[in-house]
């Protein structure tokens, strides 16, 4: 899961579909919604504060608030979108999380292997279940799937993730709350970096993410800096030594992703 900046469209009631703010995509799609804190990443949770506020509206697929659900009506949306899109999937849940099925992540898979015009973007804090699940998943080279680590502690959902057959493996270190010690981006095809954002938000210090940045530059890793957060993220914008860092990995030829 990201940032917080989504806007509603799309069928408005169902929530189906959101075109996103979040710098490193397009749009969102939630086959499922709701989760539970597992590390200390998840502590102000954003997609916590936006179902509550989504659950006051009265948008049908929040009214379990932040209890995992699974959304089958939402499952095809992609295939309606024609225009070839960047789609994170999940902001409001994590695919992985124990309460959802194997046989609906496989459907959730069979969309994304049907809908090739797009790319599909996936985050996980459950690299232990990606690790068991992956042989049953297909693999197609439009899912990128990332696992989010955000400090020392968390490094070994990396290595989980290198374990894996997707063909675009990444690594989201937002928040980011500590520095990454004994970092090895090995076999990773793009890190992105971004502090926490919202009320109560921790501070990133710009050491942190200079480390993380040097070595992605050292091991010609694509480097993504989102935001360096805080209560009104858009004021501290995302420069860093005068510089707006925006690569990514090359991905499907119908996209022009090229690190830049």
């Known amino acids: 899961m990201s940032n917080k900046n989504e806007v509603i469209s799309g069928k408005i009631g169902y929530y189906e579909m959101a075109k996103s703010s979040i710098e490193w995509t397009e749009s969102t799609w939630n086959p499922t919604t709701g989760c539970t804190k597992i590390s200390p990443g998840c502590k102000h949770c954003y997609a916590e504060r936006m179902t509550v506020r989504l659950n006051a509206m009265g948008q049908p697929n929040y009214i379990n608030g932040f209890k995992v659900s699974l959304h089958e009506h939402v499952l095809k949306v992609p295939l309606k979108w024609k225009r070839p899109q960047i789609i994170f999937v999940n902001s409001m849940s994590d695919l992985l999380h124990k309460a959802v099925p194997d046989e609906f992540i496989l459907k959730v898979f069979d969309v994304m292997v049907q809908a090739s015009h797009h790319r599909f973007q996936i985050l996980t804090k459950r690299s232990k279940r990606l690790i068991e699940l992956s042989p049953k998943l297909p693999w197609p080279d439009n899912v990128w799937m990332g696992v989010s680590v955000e400090d020392s502690d968390h490094v070994f959902r990396i290595e989980d993730l290198k374990k894996i057959d997707a063909k675009i493996k990444f690594v989201s270190f937002e928040p980011l709350l500590s520095p990454i010690h004994n970092l090895n981006l090995e076999k990773i ?18 050491a ?53």
């Not at 095809?189 to 710009?206: C, L, Y």
């Not at 805080?230 to 005068?242: E, P, S, T, Y």
């Open 189 to 206: 095809n793009w890190s992105i970096v971004g502090g926490e954002s919202g009320p109560k938000a921790r501070q990133m210090n710009p």
């Open 208 to 260: 942190w993410v200079r480390g993380i940045r040097d070595h992605c530059l050292l091991n010609t890793v694509p480097f993504f800096f989102k935001q360096w957060g805080g209560f009104v993220r858009k004021k501290r914008g995302r420069i860093l030594d005068g510089k707006t860092w925006s690569q990514m990995p090359h991905a499907h030829p119908i996209f022009s992703s090229a690190v830049a």
